[in-house]
Nanobody, 121 residues
C-alpha cells in the first residue's frame, strides 16, 4: 500500500526554522515527483514546492522563495522541506504528495496526512 508520512512540524517562533520530512512506504520514491503543499484555515490549498524525479529540478511558490529548500534522498525514500526565516503567515498544515511521472506539472495522486506548522511568538 502506497503511503506518505509527514513529520517535523511543530511550534516555532518567527524567524525560526523547521525541517519537514516526507517518508514513503510501499513504493520507491525514485519514480515519483514529490510536492509539498499547505493549507491554512479558511484558505485554499497552496503548492509550496516541488521536486522532480531526479532531484535536478525544483520550484517554489513566490511566497517561500529564498526561505524554503526542497530536497530528496532516494536512498532513504524521503523528501525534505527545509524551512528557514519562518513567518506567521507560514502557519498551516503541510502535506506532501506524489505523482508517478518525471516532472512537476500535473495533478498529484497520493497524499500524506499532513503535519501542523505553527509560527508564533
Amino acid at each position: 500500500q502506497l503511503q506518505l508520512v509527514e513529520s517535523g512540524g511543530g511550534l516555532v517562533q518567527p524567524g525560526g526554522s523547521l525541517r519537514l520530512s516526507c517518508a514513503a512506504s510501499g513504493f520507491t520514491l525514485d519514480y515519483y515527483v514529490i510536492g509539498w503543499f499547505r493549507q491554512a484555515p479558511g484558505k485554499e490549498r497552496e503548492r509550496v514546492s516541488c521536486i522532480n524525479r531526479s532531484g535536478g529540478s525544483t520550484n517554489y511558490a513566490d511566497s517561500v522563495k529564498g526561505r524554503f529548500t526542497i530536497s530528496r534522498d532516494n536512498a532513504k525514500n524521503t523528501v525534505y522541506l527545509q524551512m528557514n526565516s519562518l513567518k506567521p503567515e507560514d502557519t498551516a498544515v503541510y502535506y506532501c504528495a506524489s505523482a508517478n511521472r518525471a516532472y512537476c506539472s500535473g495533478p498529484f495522486a497520493s497524499w500524506g496526512q499532513g503535519t501542523q506548522v505553527t509560527v508564533s511568538s
